[in-house]
C-alpha cells in the first residue's frame, strides 16, 4: 500500500477508487512508515554525535599540538568528551587537577563541570585559560551548542511520532480517544 497516494484518494469523485482501500493494511502501512521515521531520526542523532566527535577530536589536537610545543604557561586545565551515557548522546566539559604521583608521572583528578538548563556551558567556566585555549573551547562548544538544539529538536519529532504510533495503535484496538 505504500505506493499508493492518499491525496489523489480525498477529492468526491476518487469515491470508486476509496472502495478498494483497506484500513487495517492502511494503519500497518502507517506502522510502517512510524518505524522508518524513528529509525531516520536514529541516524540523525548518530549524525549530530560524530559531529560532535569530530569537533572534541580537533579539540584534542590543538592541545597536544600546545603541549608538544612544551607551553608549560599556556598549558590548559580544561578537558572535553563525548559519550552515550544511558542511551543519551553527551557533550561534557571538566576541570582537570594534577598532583604529584609516582615518579615523574602526575596523577589527573577530573572535575565534571556543569552546563546548567541552557544548551551552552557559560563562558565564565572557561574564563582563566590561555588565550588559545579559550579560542578551541568557544569554537568546540559552539558546535557543542549546535548539535544540542539538533538533538533536542529531535528528540521532540521523536516524541510526537511515537505519541502518533501509540494513537494509531489504540485506533486499530478499537479503542475510543
Given at each position: 500500500?505504500?505506493?499508493?497516494?492518499?491525496?489523489?484518494?480525498?477529492?468526491?469523485?476518487?469515491?470508486?477508487?476509496?472502495?478498494?482501500?483497506?484500513?487495517?493494511?492502511?494503519e500497518?502501512?502507517?506502522?510502517?512508515?512510524?518505524?522508518?521515521?524513528l529509525?531516520?531520526?536514529?541516524?540523525?542523532?548518530?549524525?549530530?554525535?560524530?559531529?560532535?566527535?569530530?569537533?572534541?577530536?580537533?579539540?584534542?589536537?590543538?592541545?597536544?599540538?600546545?603541549?608538544?610545543?612544551?607551553?608549560?604557561?599556556?598549558?590548559?586545565?580544561?578537558?572535553?568528551r563525548?559519550?552515550?551515557?544511558?542511551?543519551?548522546?553527551?557533550?561534557?566539559?571538566?576541570?582537570?587537577?594534577?598532583?604529584p604521583g609516582?615518579?615523574?608521572?602526575?596523577?589527573?583528578?577530573?572535575?565534571?563541570?556543569?552546563?546548567?538548563?541552557?544548551?551552552?556551558?557559560?563562558?565564565?567556566?572557561?574564563?582563566?585559560?590561555?588565550?588559545?585555549?579559550?579560542?578551541?573551547?568557544?569554537?568546540?562548544?559552539?558546535?557543542?551548542?549546535?548539535?544540542?538544539?539538533?538533538?533536542?529538536?529531535?528528540?521532540?519529532?521523536?516524541?510526537?511520532?511515537?505519541?502518533?504510533?501509540?494513537?494509531?495503535?489504540?485506533?486499530?484496538?478499537?479503542?475510543?480517544?
Amino acid at each position: 500500500m505504500a505506493d499508493i497516494d492518499y491525496w489523489e484518494l480525498i477529492p468526491r469523485d476518487a469515491k470508486k477508487e476509496r472502495e478498494n482501500i483497506d484500513l487495517g493494511e492502511m494503519e500497518i502501512d502507517t506502522l510502517k512508515t512510524c518505524e522508518v521515521m524513528l529509525n531516520l531520526l536514529h541516524q540523525e542523532v548518530g549524525k549530530a554525535g560524530l559531529t560532535s566527535r569530530i569537533a572534541c577530536d580537533a579539540f584534542w589536537d590543538v592541545n597536544q599540538a600546545h603541549r608538544d610545543a612544551a607551553e608549560i604557561e599556556g598549558q590548559q586545565r580544561i578537558g572535553t568528551r563525548v559519550r552515550v551515557v544511558n542511551k543519551t548522546l553527551s557533550m561534557e566539559w571538566y576541570r582537570n587537577r594534577f598532583a604529584p604521583g609516582d615518579g615523574s608521572k602526575k596523577s589527573v583528578f577530573s572535575t565534571h563541570l556543569s552546563r546548567g538548563k541552557g544548551l551552552r556551558y557559560h563562558r565564565s567556566l572557561f574564563q582563566d585559560e590561555p588565550d588559545w585555549s579559550r579560542e578551541v573551547v568557544e569554537y568546540t562548544e559552539n558546535v557543542y551548542a549546535n548539535e544540542r538544539l539538533k538533538l533536542s529538536i529531535l528528540k521532540e519529532i521523536r516524541k510526537h511520532i511515537k505519541r502518533y504510533e501509540r494513537l494509531i495503535k489504540k485506533e486499530s484496538d478499537g479503542e475510543q480517544l
